[in-house]
Nanobody
Framework: VQLQACGGGLVQPGGSLTLSCAAS????????ISWFRQVPGKEREGVSCNSAGDGYTYFADSMKGRFTISRDNAKNTVYLQMSSLKPEDTAVYYCATDLIAGTICPPTYPMRYWGKGTQVTVSS
């Protein structure tokens, strides 16, 4: 089981960026994928979650209205579309799953598998 997050980069405030989380070793159809972010010296923060099946989504309050999450099961990939980015969104972003079939977001069990992070820097 592997998750690979990519798509990070440098973007100006107010800009947009889309992160991808590609899964391998399992199919996404039955599993939720969550996104987290972390700034050095601070605790990891939950960003968003996308459930399988009905596609229920969850966003942390500071991301509501700015971030969207979607999945393409055919590509075994989940996307985090980020817009109206702010300098405080600068962080390393990680995708993860608890690999429990039918999880409804936000997940209550610990994440079992994590992708390597992708750096997002919002700066002028």
């Amino acid at each position: 089981v592997q998750l690979q997050a990519c798509g990070g980069g440098l973007v100006q405030p107010g800009g947009s960026l889309t992160l991808s989380c590609a899964a391998s070793g399992f199919t996404l159809d039955h599993y939720a994928i969550s996104w987290f972010r972390q700034v050095p010296g601070k605790e990891r923060e939950g960003v968003s979650c996308n459930s399988a099946g009905d596609g229920y989504t969850y966003f942390a309050d500071s991301m509501k209205g700015r971030f969207t999450i979607s999945r393409d099961n055919a590509k075994n990939t989940v996307y985090l579309q980020m817009s109206s980015l702010k300098p405080e969104d600068t962080a390393v972003y990680y995708c993860a799953t608890d690999l429990i079939a039918g999880t409804i977001c936000p997940p209550t069990y610990p994440m079992r598998y994590w992708g390597k992070g992708t750096q997002v820097t919002v700066s002028s």
